[in-house]
């Protein structure tokens, strides 16, 4: 199966190419723009207060900053980045063990699924 590089194969979006092209922006010189794209380098030069010519390299580190919600029908579900897999898998687990001695009494299927996905 398809497994890309998250390093190099998935980028952000950073202008759509119609509108990179409308503003024709090709920055000043400097080292880091062999690797990253000029708006890139401009955006962050004014948002630093220096000048292109003095960023040598950088890494871009992205996040998620939408806020944490409860969601589903009855709102039983919690949609939220950032939160801790180990964490979670842990209470997940605790939650399933705990509930064992009601299981006379349900009528469903009682299941927790971890998945291959950093610490776990």
């Known amino acids: 199966s398809f497994g890309p590089n998250k390093e190099t194969q998935i980028v952000p979006v950073l202008a759509t190419a119609v509108q990179d092209k409308l503003c024709e922006k090709t ?3 400097c080292l880091a723009k062999e690797r ?3 708006l890139l380098i401009e955006v962050l030069c004014k948002e630093l207060g220096c000048e292109p010519e003095q960023v040598m390299d950088f890494d871009l580190h992205l996040a998620d900053t939408q806020p944490s ?4 029908v009855l709102d ?3 949609f939220a980045p950032r939160l801790d897999n180990l964490l979670n898998c842990y209470g997940a687990l605790q939650g399933l063990l ?3 001695d ?3 009494e349900e009528g469903n299927i009682r299941f927790v699924a971890f998945y291959d996905n950093e610490e776990v």
């Open 98 to 100: 705990n509930s064992a």
């Open 102 to 104: 009601s299981l006379e």
């Open 36 to 38: 990253h794209h000029p």
């Open 69 to 72: 919600a409860i969601g589903g």
């Open 76 to 78: 039983e579900f919690i």
């Open 27 to 29: 920055g000043p010189k």
